[in-house]
């Protein structure tokens, strides 16, 4: 891997830590929008709803999908390409590219890892706070067959593609408001309670941009 990709990979994970940016990703899962009407839906000023697109643009975490023409310009329409998950670009033999899809990967530091899972959590708890009493949850650390694993991780594939392919705009009729988060993955078998734990990461400058 070239220092080009692993700082790619870097920026990529920088830029999926914060939890707006991660809500953002959510809402333009099978639909486009703009950065007024991100910002109405998520509650933010449209500086900052344009902020955060850019940022996740940027990355390549999000696709202009159409303009449309506004008093004085033209405003861009973003979308999450959910579609290229599990297809990673040419050349590169990476399975998961979806948000997180690079927790894991050598190239990319523990800070980095940290900063994601924090933002992972903390929209998390806002979604179990806003959840209906009617809830499902799973949980296990522990060792099973191969082919159980490998079962186990085409089944959640399965399953995420399944909910963002079928996604379509908040409040749409026929639709309800759900939330499925999954993280699957193989422990280093040394691994045990003596393990180091990573250390705080430095605080992401664009959290003052909530």
Do not use: C
Not at 2 to 10: A, C, F, I, L
Not at 59 to 88: C, F, M, S, T
């Amino acid at each position: 891997m070239d220092e080009r990709e692993s700082s790619r990979k870097v920026a990529v994970l920088r830029a999926l830590a914060h939890p707006v940016r991660l809500r953002m990703l959510s809402l333009l899962t099978g639909t486009a929008m703009s950065a007024a009407e991100v910002a109405r839906e998520l509650d933010l000023t449209h500086a900052n709803a344009s902020y955060h697109l850019r940022v996740l643009a940027d990355a390549g975490e999000l696709v202009v999908d159409g303009e449309e023409k506004i008093r004085g310009g033209v405003a861009k329409r973003y979308r999450y390409p959910h579609e290229r998950e599990g297809h990673p670009p040419e050349g590169e033999p990476t399975a998961d590219h979806g948000p997180g899809g690079s927790l894991g990967d050598p190239d990319v530091g523990r800070h980095e890892e940290v900063l994601f899972l924090r933002a992972t959590a903390t929209d998390l708890e806002r979604r179990v706070l806003a959840a209906a009493p009617r809830r499902w949850s799973s949980d296990l650390e522990g060792w099973v067959p191969p082919e159980t694993w490998e079962r186990a991780q085409e089944l959640l594939r399965e399953a995420s593609r399944l909910l963002h392919d079928a996604n379509r705009p908040p409040r749409t009729p026929g639709t309800v408001h759900v939330s499925a988060t999954a993280w699957a993955m193989t422990l280093d078998a040394h691994d045990g309670p003596s393990a180091d734990r990573p250390a705080d990461p430095p605080a992401d400058p664009s959290e003052e941009r909530a």
